[in-house]
């Protein structure tokens, strides 16, 4: 098990206990009134660290009016204007996601540092393929996961060296092969919490995969305090992707649905059914397998492990408890007698 170095971001301690939610406002930075909407959706969504890009010293005035209007941590994207960092930090904001190395040599660093230290307020160092330097390029060739953690321990030591400690570190990559690599080697270096996502991941149908295999992969082998799944999307949509993420590989609760294939026996609209029960299990909070079954092949049998289910039959369904078949239901029935179940769990 990785030892963690606690951060405080907000009110959240990225300890290694929980593993926390990310995601970014993709609506103008000049747009105040839809930028804050736009967080209060995501935190209404299950989001519980949300990022603002702050491309210009007009951007500051987001940092006041989002963090009005939520209670999760906010966190200010700079790049390059060291300047941009002492104005957030003086705004308000809970994190800063900066590369030490581009913003103008070590005074400047020193002069975040102070701020930082001041206030309370962690730093992520954010090092993605596109944002190497030129010298560990030429020295690798290519963006390679060895070349992402030897930048982003640059930027560490850089903050060390600075008597700063309260660090998060993130090295993604559009490589699904390489993010995990880098956050491999990166884990085995040093016990700073890392902030994991595949950067660039796509449109939502291969960003979900690509973000489900790079980060469910290293949330399996114990890495990650803190995940992003990034989407060219409504961010909303990285939320749920996260939580289903996390969900799968055991580390939230919730419902769960298991439901087959179909096959030629099935007799009823399986497919229509388990979208149905999806939605109707999206705002559920128990922690229960649900089972959408084709036919009794699929059902008690296979499926017994489910806390409650359906198997289909010709134009009906057994709904079924722990394996045990409790009556028979109508298609049109099948979704309100499945949640009616549900409620008495």
């Given amino acids: 098990m990785r030892e963690i170095k606690p951060v405080k971001v907000g009110n959240c301690i990225l300890d290694g206990k929980h593993i926390y939610i990310q995601s970014m406002l993709n609506t103008r930075s000049d747009d105040i009134a839809g930028s804050v909407a736009q967080a209060v959706a995501l935190e209404q969504a299950g989001c519980e660290i949300v990022r603002a890009a702050i491309p210009n010293h007009e951007a500051i005035a987001l940092i ?14 700079i790049h390059f204007d060291y ?30 540092v102070h701020a930082c230290q001041e206030r309370q ?5 954010g090092v993605n393929s596109g944002s190497l330097e030129k010298e560990i390029l030429a020295k690798y060739g290519a963006p390679t996961a060895e070349a992402l953690v030897e ?40 016990n700073y919490p ?29 890495i ?27 580390k939230r609760g919730g419902p769960q649905i298991v439901s087959c294939p179909t096959c030629g026996r099935t007799r009823i609209d399986l497919v229509k059914t388990a979208k149905e029960v999806e939605a109707a299990l999206e705002h559920v909070e128990k922690d229960i397998k649900v089972a959408v079954m084709g036919c009794v092949v699929n059902g008690p049998g296979e499926a017994k492990e489910a806390d409650i289910g359906i ?35």
């Fill in 224 to 250: 990650g305090e803190t995940i992003r799944v990034s989407l060219t999307e409504d961010p909303v949509k990285e939320i749920r992707a996260a939580r289903d993420i996390l969900k799968c590989i055991g």
């Fill in 151 to 190: 930048s982003a321990m640059g930027h560490v030591h850089m903050l060390e060296e600075c008597g700063f400690d309260d660090i998060v570190i993130s090295m993604k990559s559009s490589d699904v092969n390489t993010m995990i690599d880098a956050y491999r080697l990166c884990a085995q270096q040093c």
């Fill in 83 to 112: 300047r941009l960092a002492l104005e957030a930090a003086e705004a308000g904001i809970d994190k800063i996601r900066i590369n030490p190395g581009n913003i103008g040599g070590m005074s400047r660093v020193q002069e975040v």
């Fill in 64 to 77: 006041p009016a989002i963090k009005e209007k939520i209670s999760i941590p906010l966190v200010a994207d």
């Fill in 121 to 125: 307020i962690p730093i992520r160092i």
């Fill in 311 to 345: 198997a289909g039959g010709d134009g009906c369904a057994m709904l079924f408890r722990k394996g045990t078949v409790l009556r028979k239901v109508a298609e049109q029935d099948i979704v309100p007698e499945l949640m009616a179940e549900i409620e008495k769990l």
């Fill in 194 to 222: 890392l902030h994991l996502g595949v950067t660039e991941a796509g449109t939502e149908r291969m960003g979900m995969l690509k973000s489900a295999i790079g980060i469910g992969s290293l949330i399996h082998d114990g």
